[in-house]
T-cell receptor, first 113, second 117 residues
Framework: KAGVTQTPRYLIKTRGQQVTLSCSPI?????VSWYQQTPGQGLQFLFE???????NKGNFPGRFSGRQFSNSRSEMNVSTLELGDSALYLC????????????FGSGTRLTVV | AQKVTQAQTEISVVEKEDVTLDCVYE???????LFWYKQPPSGELVFLIR??????QNEISGRYSWNFQKSTSSFNFTITASQVVDSAVYFC??????????????FGKGMKLTVNP
């Protein structure tokens, strides 16, 4: 069974630009969650998608958005990038039917300069 | 509010030493799940264990063991005879399932373990 695939692995962007990150979940998993990891704030929940619908959203500004496609692949977008958006972005997939069972990808490391 | 506290931020030990990672949680839920994840330098979060609130039995898996005590809201993790490969950041997490059917993980700040040869 293939794991969770996140692309790209590394990204460097300039302030004010926008960026799109991709996450392909484990086959059969319908839930994809996104987390931001920074040295200061640690791991924080961004949002969760289940069957193409956003089910939950963390406390992040509207510049952070996402979507999920019919094949369960998910993308997250950050517009008008700020230096503080530099972070490791992790996605996790699960069946979405019960507690836990989260499998994480290796993450996308975004650097905003 | 749901909260996970890992008081230790960094520990350094010598190979073969035992080390315990502390985790204290807060929740008003009677049903909840607790997790431990390992994050090696590659960045991926590796699942170690899930424990539900109704199962207070301690668990052992090889050199790893977990002590869950509801009375003190703690879920501590012990590595016996540590090895260099255990060097990583370890996170304790709690599931918050109050998002209308959705679940999200609430993480502690993490504890960096360095095992020196």
């Amino acid at each position: 069974k293939a794991g969770v695939t996140q692309t790209p692995r590394y990204l460097i962007k300039t302030r004010g630009q926008q960026v799109t990150l991709s996450c392909s979940p484990i086959s059969g998993h319908r839930s994809v969650s996104w987390y931001q990891q920074t040295p200061g704030q640690g791991l924080q929940f961004l949002f969760e998608y289940f069957s193409e619908t956003q089910r939950n959203k963390g406390n992040f500004p509207g510049r952070f958005s996402g979507r999920q496609f019919s094949n369960s692949r998910s993308e997250m977008n950050v517009s008008t990038l700020e230096l503080g958006d530099s972070a490791l972005y992790l996605c996790a997939s699960s069946s979405g039917q019960g507690m836990g069972g989260y499998t994480f990808g290796s993450g996308t490391r975004l650097t905003v300069v | 509010a749901q909260k996970v506290t890992q008081a230790q931020t960094e520990i350094s030990v010598v190979e073969k030493e035992d080390v315990t990672l502390d985790c204290v949680y807060e929740t008003r839920d009677t049903t909840y799940y607790l997790f431990w994840y390992k994050q090696p330098p590659s960045g991926e979060l590796v699942f170690l264990i899930r424990r539900n609130s109704f199962d207070e039995q301690n668990e052992i898996s090889g050199r790893y063991s977990w002590n869950f005590q509801k009375s003190t809201s703690s879920f501590n993790f012990t590595i016996t005879a540590s090895q260099v490969v255990d060097s990583a950041v370890y996170f304790c997490a709690l599931v918050d399932n109050r998002g209308g059917g959705s679940e999200k993980l609430v993480f502690g700040k993490g504890m960096k373990l360095t095992v020196n040869p």
